[in-house]
T-cell receptor, first 114, second 112 residues
Framework: NAGVTQTPKFRILKIGQSMTLQCTQD?????MYWYRQDPGMGLKLIYY???????DKGEVPNGYNVSRSTTEDFPLRLELAAPSQTSVYFC?????????????FGPGTRLTVT | GDSVTQMEGPVTLSEEAFLTINCTYT??????LFWYVQYPGEGLQLLLK?????DKGSNKGFEATYRKETTSFHLEKGSVQVSDSAVYFC???????????FGAGTRLFVKA
């Protein structure tokens, strides 16, 4: 199993450009998440999904959109990129939300907006 | 609201030294507690967890005990190795909840 994969690994965007961060998992997990990690800060939840066709906002959803058309894929869309969106983005998945459920993380995408 | 506070890093140790990374939490309910580790260039991976008070999680020589009376979940290892150099995150989550709260992370450097 590849686990959780993310593309691209690195990206530089100009202010106002758009892009999609790709995330795929091959563990048949229902639950998927997008986080951002800013320097010296913990991870902040952007969006999450409990299954194909179902998504909901996390703590910091502004400026982002998601979709979940299949169990495997959970892309994150940035519209009109801003410098405040410079961060490292992690996709994660989990089998369920039972007590102690582990999240599995992808390797991250480092995004710079200039 | 719920929160997780970790000791600030970086923590620099020599190989075979004893490691403690402090983690305290504020919780409105009875969460599960986790330590995740992030090696350079990689995503986070679960190191250990504890799901109720007085439980001890352990893995790869690391240990942490869920202390409800002191709201703490300190990470310890008796003898660190260079390969333990990484960022360590303390976190909490609730059953059925979709929000995992992470601490800011503590960077550990181990010198040979």
């Amino acid at each position: 199993n590849a686990g959780v994969t993310q593309t691209p690994k690195f990206r530089i965007l100009k202010i106002g450009q758009s892009m999609t961060l790709q995330c795929t998992q091959d563990m048949n997990h229902n639950y998927m998440y997008w986080y951002r990690q800013d320097p010296g800060m913990g991870l902040k939840l952007i969006y999450y999904s409990v299954g194909a066709g179902i998504t909901d906002k996390g703590e910091v959803p502004n400026g982002y959109n998601v979709s979940r058309s299949t169990t495997e894929d959970f892309p994150l869309r940035l519209e009109l990129a801003a410098p405040s969106q410079t961060s490292v983005y992690f996709c994660a998945s989990s089998y369920n939300q039972d007590r102690g459920a582990e999240q599995y993380f992808g390797p991250g995408t480092r995004l710079t907006v200039t | 609201g719920d929160s997780v506070t970790q000791m600030e890093g970086p923590v620099t140790l020599s190989e075979e030294a004893f490691l403690t990374i402090n983690c305290t939490y504020t919780a409105t309910g009875y969460p599960s507690l986790f330590w995740y580790v992030q090696y350079p260039g990689e995503g986070l991976q679960l190191l250990l967890k504890a799901t109720k008070a007085d439980d001890k999680g352990s893995n790869k020589g690391f240990e942490a005990t869920y202390r409800k009376e002191t709201t703490s979940f300190h990470l310890e290892k008796g003898s660190v190795q260079v390969s333990d150099s990484a960022v360590y995150f303390c976190a909490l989550s609730y059953t059925g909840g979709f929000k995992t709260i992470f601490g800011a992370g503590t960077r550990l450097f181990v010198k040979a």
